[in-house]
């Protein structure tokens, strides 16, 4: 059985990919900054829950080593805290970059950096980053430079990552999804086609491929989960 930590589990899309991979055996570390509302889960033996402040560096870091004592070994972590935030260049401030790379970057850095080195050290693991579309096309991260910016950096890190650790069986993907299918986004977008965007349970499939023994000869990936969007 492996040990998978989910990050951003209360979320729409953290929930569906909780129910993955629990559907599909696997020991689930599920991780939120809030109480856990999992009702389904609960009852799992294969299921844990943590509140954790992933912003607060030394709180990530004591999590995972805690995970690490418990678990012994983490096979993989679904980094899926992150947020959103509209504004060009003419709107933008330093403080919104800076809010921005705290909530799509560090969260997402602060657990990766000890658990890359705890998959060095076991020779193999799977750390999977959410990146954006806007991040890759410029024309559609002009209007959202704050989030596009911090969610470069996601590309970036998985970039470097994947250099040095070539030759071993450690991986970092980047998954790009377009718009989600969630309530919120059908509210927000009420003349928008839900059908063309991509659905949590659809990103889910993704993310159990990738930690997956179908898996194992994946390198270098990202994954632009478009759908007709």
């Not at 009702?39 to 799992?44: H, I």
């Not at 970039?159 to 919120?184: C, M, R, W, Y």
Request: with cysteine; net charge neutral; aromatic share 8%.
């Amino acid at each position: 059985m492996k040990n998978i930590i989910i990050t951003g589990a209360n979320g729409n899309l953290g929930t569906a990919v909780v129910k993955k991979f629990l559907d599909e055996q696997y020991k689930v570390i599920a991780v939120d900054n809030a109480n856990n509302h999992l009702e389904f889960a609960k009852s799992s033996t294969n299921f844990h829950f943590d509140s954790v402040d992933l912003s607060n560096e030394e709180a990530a870091a004591r999590f995972i080593n805690n995970s690490i004592d418990e678990y012994h070994k983490i096979d993989g972590a679904l980094l899926l805290v992150g947020g959103f935030a509209m504004g060009g260049i003419d709107k933008t401030t330093g403080a919104d970059i800076d809010k921005m790379i705290s909530l799509n970057f560090k969260t997402a850095y602060f657990l990766a950096r000890p658990l890359f080195q705890h998959m060095m050290k076991n020779g193999s693991g799977r750390l999977v980053f959410v990146g954006a579309r806007p991040a890759i096309r410029a024309e559609q991260g002009k209007g959202v430079i704050a989030y596009a910016l911090s969610k470069s950096l996601l590309f970036k890190l998985a970039e470097l990552l994947n250099a040095e650790a070539k030759g071993k069986n450690i991986v970092a993907s980047v998954i790009a999804p377009s718009t989600i299918d969630t309530p919120q986004n059908r509210s927000s977008m009420p003349d928008a086609k839900p059908a063309d965007w991509v659905r949590a349970d659809q990103i889910a499939e993704v993310l159990e491929f990738i930690c997956s023994q179908k898996g194992e000869v994946l390198r270098e990936p990202i994954y632009k989960i478009y759908n007709n969007a």
